[in-house]
Nanobody
Framework: QVQLVESGGGLVQAGGSLRLSCVAS????????MGWYRQAPGEQRELVAK???????AYADSVKGRFTISRDNAKNTVYLQMNSLKPEDTAVYYC?????????????????WGQGTQVTVSS
């Protein structure tokens, strides 16, 4: 009933910038906290940044001061602006959201993930 679709990944040189977007669609009643995670080869998936429906944010120490998470509640979209990128930022980036959706008049809340978008930073 709900899908998350990411876009904006790609190849960039160290020091460059990328902006990721993630749109939630479906029979959505409300989108709660949204976040970005990443997973590098051979590593566990880790939290990069998250944002509540009210706009409160939190960041991994490794990206503080370089990445900015934001959201547009009217569009059910979350963004990740990534500046001063480093080779160690190379990973697949996943969008995550808690969503309450409507199914035949009943409301359910689940946690959803996007399919991931590759970010590669060359040195």
């Amino acid at each position: 009933q709900v899908q998350l679709v990411e876009s904006g990944g790609g190849l960039v040189q160290a020091g460059g910038s990328l902006r990721l977007s993630c749109v939630a669609s479906g029979s959505i009643f409300r989108v709660h906290a949204m976040g970005w995670y990443r997973q590098a080869p051979g590593e566990q998936r880790e939290l990069v940044a998250k944002i509540t429906s009210g706009g409160s944010t939190a960041y991994a120490d490794s990206v503080k001061g370089r990445f900015t998470i934001s959201r547009d509640n009217a569009k059910n979209t979350v963004y990740l602006q990534m500046n001063s990128l480093k080779p160690e930022d190379t990973a697949v980036y996943y969008c995550n959201a808690g969503v309450t959706y409507d199914s035949s008049g009943y409301y359910y809340t689940n946690d959803y993930w996007g399919q991931g978008t590759q970010v590669t930073v060359s040195s």
